[in-house]
C-alpha cells in the first residue's frame, strides 16, 4: 500500500533526485560528425562475405580472458540502462531531443518495474510484495496462459542466456528477503534489520491503526533494504569485476584517482550516444556461435533452419524454459574447477556470421516479408543507426583524447573510420582483442562510472569503501558469488 505523497515501495529514491526516464547526449560535442557514406558502405563492411564476417565461431577465435557469459551480463547491463524505441535507422537525430525510456542508473529498473503497487505483476503476493515471482518449478519467469514473461523488460526474453541471468537476479534478490527476515545477513550498511511486527488478527478490521500501519512500513522496509543490498553487489561485479576486465586496470585506476575527463553528467545524468550506438556495442563481437548450456543440452544462437519449430528447443532464441533447458552458469563462467568454462569470442572487428543474417524474429519491429535483406545484417544496422546519430569518427575521437589514431593499414580501409568499428580494431590491433583500446575503453568506463557517481542511491555515492557482505568473499566478490549465492549454480 502506498499513499498519496509517499514513494512507492519497491521505486526508492534519494529526495531532490530524479529517476523517471532520462535523456540521450554527447560525450564529445564538439568533434563533427564523420560524413556520411550511407548504405552501400555499410553493406561493404556488414554484409555476409563482408569486411567484418567472422564466419563461424573457432577455436582460434576465442578470448584468452573473457568467460562467455560476460557477454551477457553486459547485454543486461545494457537493458538496465538504454532503451530508446523511437530513433530510426537513415533519419537524423538530435541525440538531446531523444528520449532515453531507462532511467540512466544501474538500479535494475529492469527487475524491480515501479515497485509492487505499480507493477504487482512482477511480485509474489505470498510475500507481502517483498519478493519477485517465478515460475513454480523455479528453473523460468512467471508468465501469463499466453507464455509472456511477467518481467519488467521484454526484451530480456529475447534470448536464452540473457533471460537466465535476469532469473538469477530475481533468485538472489529473493534470497536476500530470506536471509535479511532471518537476520542471517545484515543490511549493506550493517545495521540489523528489526524483527517483524506481529500479524494481525483475521478481523483486520478489528486490528489496531498502528498494528497495520507497523507491518505495512515492515515490508516496505524489507523490500527497499532488499534491493539495496542486490544493487549493491551488482554495481559492485559491475565496477570491479567486469570493468577492468572489459577496459584494463589501468584505465580504471586512473578514472579512481583523477575523474571523469569527458563525461560531464551534470545535474540530470544523460546517456552519450557515442556509448549507445557505439563504445557498448563491443558485446557483440563477444558473442558465439553455438553455446554449450549445461551437460545434456548444447544450442546454436539462431535456428541454422528459419523455418525450424521453436520446440523442442535447438537454438537460444527466448521463450518458455524447459528445466532440461535451464542454463548451467558453470558453463559460463569459471566456477567449479571441476569444469572449464566457455571463453567469449576475443573482441576484435569480426562478428560471428550468425549476426549478419538474422531471423526476422531477431529484428525489433521486423515482419515476415517486410525486412530489406541488408537490415537483417547487425552490423548494417549498427553502421546506419551511427550515420543517423551523426557520430563522429573513431579517428577524431581518439585526436580529441589525446591519442595517435590508428593508421588506414591496421584498420584494413581508407578515410574516416565509424567509431563502432574503430574501437573494434583498436581492441584487436592493440591488445590482441583482449580488452578495448584506449577510445573505446575511455568511452564506456566514463559513461558507466560516471552513472555510478551520479547515483544519490549508489554505493560509490553512498558508501565509496563499502564491499560485499554476503558469500563470504568480501573484496574478492565476483559473479561466481553472486550466482552461488542466488541459488542457480551449486555450492564450491
Known sequence: MASHGQQNRGQYVQPGSEAAGGRFGRMFPTVAPREATG???????????GKVDGGETTEEQLSTVLDSGFTYFGQFVDHNVTFDPTSMLGQEVDPKALRNFRPPRLDLDNVYGGGPVVNEYLYDPESKGTKLALDPGGHDFARTGNDIALIGDPRNDENLLIAQFHLAVIKFHNRVVDDLRSGQITDVLGAGFPAQPADPPDDVEGAKLDDLLALEDYYGDLLRKAQQVTRWHYQWILHRQFLPQIVGTDLIEDITENGLRFYDPGEQPFIPVEFAVAGYRFGHSTIRSRYQVNAEFAADLFPLDPEADEQPRSDLRGGPVRPEHAVDWRYFFQIDPEIEAAKAKRLEAKLNRRLLDLPVRAVPGAREGALPSQLGSLVVRNLLRSEAQELPSGQ??????GEIPLTDEE???EGPIYLWYYLLKEAEVLHGGRQLGPVGGRIVAETLIGILQADPASYLSVFPRWEPNIGGAGS????ADFLTYAGVV???
Open 39 to 49: 548504405l552501400a558502405k555499410a553493406e561493404e563492411f556488414g554484409l555476409p562475405g
Open 396 to 401: 577524431d575521437i581518439a585526436r580529441k583524447i
Open 411 to 413: 584498420l584494413d580501409s
Open 476 to 479: 574478492e566478490f565476483g559473479i
Open 490 to 492: 551449486p555450492k564450491r
